[in-house]
């Protein structure tokens, strides 16, 4: 099982970046896919997930109306997209497949983060 996160980088404040994560080696009707941030010194916390369906959708409450997350089975690929993106965005983010839920312990599986820093 492997999850690859990319799209990750530099960008200003009010920019936007959308970050994807292939998916192998899972049968991905299976799993709720999600990403997750951690900036050090602080909690992993859930940002976004999405249903097997791509027809249910949760976000943290600070990424409403900006993020959008979103899933293409076909291509074995989660996205979220990032607009307005802010300083307290800046983070390690992290893709993974599980329940859906925004919490860490419902995740079976994970990949490695792409760093995310929004500063002027």
């Known amino acids: 099982v492997q999850l690859q996160a990319s799209g990750g980088g530099l960008v200003q404040p009010g920019g936007s970046l959308t970050l994807s994560c292939a998916v192998s080696?899972?049968?991905?009707?299976?799993?709720?896919l999600a990403w997750f941030r951690q900036v050090p010194g602080k909690v992993r916390e859930g940002v976004s997930c999405v249903s097997t369906g791509n027809d249910v959708t949760y976000y943290k409450d600070s990424v409403k109306g900006r993020f959008t997350i979103s899933r293409d089975n076909a291509k074995n690929t989660v996205y979220l997209q990032m607009n307005s993106l802010k300083p307290e965005d800046t983070g390690v983010y992290y893709c993974a497949a599980g329940m859906l839920s925004l919490i860490d312990t419902y995740m079976n599986y994970w990949g490695k983060g792409t760093q995310v820093t929004v500063s002027s």
């Open positions: 080696g899972l049968p991905l009707n299976d799993y709720a």
